[in-house]
T-cell receptor, first 108, second 115 residues
Framework: GQNIDQPTEMTATEGAIVQINCTYQ??????LFWYQQHAAEAPTFLSY????GLEEKGRFSSFLSRSKGYSYLLLKELQMKDSASYLC?????????FGPGTRLSVLP | ETGVTQTPRHLVMGMTNKKSLKCEQH?????MYWYKQSAKKPLELMFV???????ENNSVPSRFSPECPNSSHLFLHLHTLQPEDSALYLC??????????????FGQGTRLTVV
């Protein structure tokens, strides 16, 4: 089976750091991807990991542990525009399997 | 602008209508996808095309019929839909290879309402 879990909602303060966790159990693994989706808009690609470790891209970093089936997205220096849903997805075979998404609210 | 364009952006149709959703990608990718996004549910894969060949059909009802005439265009033909089919339909594309995994890039979606 395919199962991806994320917290449903998170709240953080402008300027702070927030970590969004993702755990997965999938029948195959060819990479883990993070997407940002604002309301009524398309998901946009943020970051991905194929090997264990940390990938850094500006204010966003993503970490992967394949043995633990675990990833996190780290957002630094939060801005109001970072309020959005963050989707964790695993490439399994031909398919990108998506988690339910984490709705992040950034407060002033 | 992601390089993936979907039309129309919004569609309202009756249960007896026939309509089509269109997707075009300008990224030179060889794989295209249809996803359904309903409220409070994860994105659900509907169809995958790789090099114009359908490689996955995720148990989608026959009232949804995909068509991929070439690697840049993807259609979703709709007929006799149900109100529960109302959702955001997202098209995506990616470059499939034997080497590194590449991300999928999404279009803006078609917001479909079935009345």
């Amino acid at each position: 089976g395919q199962n991806i879990d994320q917290p449903t909602e998170m709240t953080a303060t402008e300027g702070a750091i927030v970590q969004i966790n993702c755990t997965y159990q999938t029948s195959g693994f060819n990479g883990l991807f993070w997407y940002q989706q604002h309301a009524a808009e398309a998901p946009t690609f943020l970051s991905y990991n194929v090997l264990d470790g940390l990938e850094e891209k500006g204010r966003f970093s993503s970490f992967l542990s394949r043995s633990k089936g675990y990833s996190y997205l780290l957002l630094k220096e939060l801005q109001m525009k970072d309020s959005a849903s963050y989707l964790c997805a695993v490439k399994s075979g031909q398919n990108f399997v998506f988690g339910p998404g984490t709705r992040l609210s950034v407060l002033p | 602008e992601t390089g993936v364009t979907q039309t129309p952006r919004h569609l309202v149709m009756g249960m007896t209508n026939k309509k089509s959703l269109k997707c075009e990608q300008h990224l030179g990718h060889n794989a295209m996808y249809w996803y359904k996004q309903s409220a409070k549910k994860p994105l659900e894969l509907m169809f995958v095309y790789n090099f114009k060949e359908q490689t996955e059909n995720n148990s989608v009802p026959s009232r949804f019929s995909p068509e991929c005439p070439n690697s840049s265009h993807l259609f979703l033909h709709l007929h006799t839909l149900q109100p529960e089919d109302s959702a955001l339909y997202l098209c995506a594309s990616s470059q499939e290879s034997m080497g590194p995994t590449n991300p999928a890039f999404f279009g803006q979606g078609t917001r479909l309402t079935v009345v």
